[in-house]
């Protein structure tokens, strides 16, 4: 027996209209406080702040940054900086070693070494480093 599997999950349902409820409560409560504000205040004032208020309303109904709500991102922000940061930092012990000048000596090469023909490190395959590349999209 086959089940149908829900696709597009991730999207919220559309409540009123063309808006999903979180849309839909940030701008009527942004709405509602201009409603106020045009009883409460004389009409020039009462335009500019109903204009940067109906603006940070449709920002936070709307904008999204890399796919994740504006709301989502601020909250992530503020958690950010208020959270207390510890930074630590371990020295590592090292025994500390004196050398006079006379004890170090150069060593000079062997005739042997210098024939010899260097051969070259490889770390990654070339087919890791071309993969990742194409997807990085870098040459």
């Not at 409603?35 to 109903?50: G, K, N, Q």
């Not at 109906?54 to 940054?65: D, E, N, S, T």
């Not at 005739?111 to 770390?123: F, S």
Request: net charge positive; aromatic share 14%.
């Amino acid at each position: 027996m086959r089940f149908t599997v829900p696709q597009f999950i991730e999207h919220e349902a559309k409540i009123v209209g063309p808006l999903t409820f979180r849309q839909f409560v940030f701008v009527g409560i942004a709405v509602a406080i201009c409603f106020v504000f045009y009883f409460s205040f004389p009409f020039t004032y009462f335009l500019m702040a109903s204009m940067v208020l109906i603006g940070a309303a449709l920002g936070l109904a709307f904008l999204k940054v890399n796919g994740k709500p504006l709301p989502s991102l601020l909250f992530d922000f503020l958690k950010f900086t208020m959270a207390p940061k510890m930074y630590v930092w371990k020295k590592k012990e090292r025994q500390i070693v004196v050398y006079r000048k006379s004890e170090i000596t150069p060593e000079k090469p062997k005739q042997e070494e210098k024939e010899k023909p260097k051969t070259r490190m490889v770390t990654k395959s070339r087919l890791k480093k071309m993969q990742t590349d194409i997807e990085t999209h870098t040459k």
